[in-house]
């Protein structure tokens, strides 16, 4: 008996035992899972044990709105607008109630409600137009509508009556008179829309017949939040048809916080795609590392990690026409992207010491006297003025193809082929050529693009050659005869073949660029990675001491996850060259 009982007891405790253990994991594994749906933000915060009540974007189940708009308010937390374009939620929670809310079946993910800042920075481009290839007075994009989602845009003569509409979505969306109180999106439209008639068209925008949608939603420090904007993208795709709107601007962003299949800003760009908008991000002003002062990779900020949409790098023209002597500034941010490893930049384009349309009343304005030029114009740089540039671009390749042919449509993959298939190479200081993920397929080539589109006739059937004539593979810029890149990078390979002369399957809306489709006998894609053997990255990484995952031996990638210092990417660009939080680097002429 002793012993049967001695035995009894063992098995109690075992059972006991293997009862609290098995609890213990239960708990670890609702926890991960838990964790899988937060961005990096707030699972840092959740295992921080913040008490904080943060403003988050949560994505639902398709239809799961309103059952999660009746839980949220259940439990007392406040539901501050939904995003139906994206199936999602603004709401503010506490922390604690985090992981809780992660173990619904309602929810997707959740991310926080991040702050976007401007990209850019203050210095003399007199040539924007001669270096693009373009005369001072044609062409001017006229019937093509560009949405500017930034800090507003200051109405005057350089725009006339073009400005079409203007909502404050720092005021819950509400249209008004168009105004720009921190200076930055005026600069960004008059670079694309600009007529100069304060410069005797000296500083004339790229698309100087374009018609403007001023969407307002960064507020007098260049800063707004990640909800805005999505917003504002949802509103323009809306309302498409009704402004017949063309192009999204979006020179903004935010650290890259999670991959780009539940970022919720990532999700509505690719929304606006979808619907047939072109949308032109900035790449990000971190392209320096804070830790080394070298330029590095990996600084691609949302939403400018966007599969589909046309991410920009900016380039130093050096006030010349010639593009020769052009380069990559270094603070333009590189890919790949983090999470994903998407190839990114798509294009760099002239977006250093540009020229363009002061908001006088502005904050940049106000604190920036060395930038002013003149009375009414003002000195930028960075990769906001270079998506302004490629927008202004996108909007003569639409009106040179409509003009061309009336019954045809460039989609957005179609219109971002044209860009990078006619892209010009961008060289050092020793004449090599940039690597993809610091060039993506080159630097802009407006006069190119246009020429191209113009002989595209994107109503051919699927397959089939849709170029109406020969179209010569080069563009003669200040005397220089300039040969295309005749390539086109798609997911992690660059196509080698004449991947623009066809009406391919991956041209069409509803294809996420970079997905895998099955491609025509035609085309014949390079084997080469775009981040390969020939790119030793070390701890070239503009955040944190190199990659969480694995590496080669050469120290290219072979696995991505987040960076290191996550947290501490809230600060970039600078009025200096050092870390800032305004996002601002201003230049000296």
Do not use: C
């Not at 293997?18 to 899972?33: E, N, P, Y």
């Not at 309103?66 to 999602?88: C, E």
């Not at 106000?366 to 909007?395: E, F, I, K, Q």
């Amino acid at each position: 008996m002793p012993a049967i009982l001695y035995r009894s007891r063992a098995a109690v405790v075992l059972f006991t035992g293997l009862l609290a253990l098995s609890t213990t994991v239960g708990h670890a594994q609702r926890a991960h899972r838990a964790h899988a749906k937060l961005d990096e933000r707030l699972s840092a915060s959740v295992r921080a044990g913040d008490s904080d009540t943060k403003q988050i974007i949560i994505r639902t189940k398709s239809g799961g709105i309103p059952g999660l708009t009746d839980t949220l308010r259940g439990k007392g937390h406040r539901v501050l607008r939904s995003h139906s374009i994206i199936n999602a939620l603004t709401a503010r929670v506490p922390v604690s109630a985090l992981e809780s809310l992660a173990e619904s079946p309602l929810v997707e993910s959740i991310s926080i409600d991040a702050v976007v800042t401007a990209h850019q920075s203050a210095g003399s481009d007199m040539t924007l137009r001669g270096t693009l290839g373009l005369p001072v007075i044609s062409p001017g994009g006229n019937h093509v509508t560009v949405a500017l989602i930034d800090s507003g845009i200051e109405a005057g003569p350089e725009f006339g009556d073009r400005i079409a509409a203007f909502y404050d979505f720092t005021q819950d969306g509400r249209a008004g008179w168009p105004r720009d109180d921190y200076g930055h999106g005026t600069h960004v439209a008059g670079l694309i829309a600009g007529d100069g008639d304060l410069s005797d068209k000296r500083y004339r925008g790229v698309a100087p017949k374009a018609k403007l949608i001023g969407l307002k939603v960064l507020d007098q420090n260049g800063a707004g939040s990640t909800s805005n904007v999505i917003d504002a993208i949802e509103f323009a795709t809306r309302n498409k048809d009704r402004f017949a709107i063309d192009i999204i601007n979006l020179s903004l962003g935010h650290p890259v916080y999670e991959p780009a299949e539940t970022d919720p800003l990532v999700q509505a760009v690719e929304a606006a795609v979808r619907a047939g908008i072109v949308v032109v991000t900035s790449a990000g002003n971190v392209g320096v590392s804070s830790a080394t002062g070298l330029p590095g990779y990996a600084g691609i900020l949302s939403p400018g990690n966007a599969p589909s949409a046309i991410t920009v790098g900016a380039v130093k023209t050096v006030d010349t026409n010639s593009r020769t002597d052009d380069r990559v500034a270094p603070y333009s941010s590189r890919g790949p992207t983090w999470y994903d490893a998407h190839a990114k930049p798509d294009v760099v384009a002239p977006g250093h010491g540009l020229v363009s349309v002061a908001a006088r009343w502005s904050t940049l304005y106000t604190n920036n006297p060395s930038a002013r030029v003149d009375s009414a114009y003002m000195r930028l740089s960075g990769t906001s003025m270079a998506a302004g540039v490629v927008s202004g671009t996108v909007a003569l390749i639409l009106e040179a193809n409509r003009t061309a042919f009336p019954n045809s449509t460039l989609t957005p993959n179609a219109v971002k082929a044209i860009l990078q298939h006619t892209a010009l190479q961008a060289r050092d200081d020793q004449g090599l050529a940039y690597d993809y993920l610091t060039q993506g397929a080159g630097s802009v080539n407006a006069a190119g693009a246009i020429d191209l589109a113009s002989h595209i006739d994107a109503s051919a059937p699927i397959g089939s050659w849709w170029l109406t004539a020969n179209v010569n593979p080069w563009t003669v810029i200040d005397n220089v005869t300039q040969p295309w890149s005749q390539a086109v990078a798609w997911g992690d390979a660059v196509s080698d073949g004449p991947a623009a002369a066809y009406n391919e399957i991956a041209w069409t809306t509803n294809i996420v660029w970079g997905s895998n489709i099955v491609w025509g006998s035609n085309i014949v894609w390079g084997s080469n990675i775009v981040w390969g053997s020939n790119i030793v990255w070390g701890n070239n990484i503009v955040w944190g001491n190199a990659l969480i995952g694995a590496s080669d031996e050469s120290g290219s990638a072979t696995s991505w996850g987040q960076a290191a210092n996550v947290e501490s990417l809230t600060t970039w660009g600078s009025l200096d060259g050092s870390p800032a939080a305004n996002g601002l680097v201003l230049t000296s002429p």
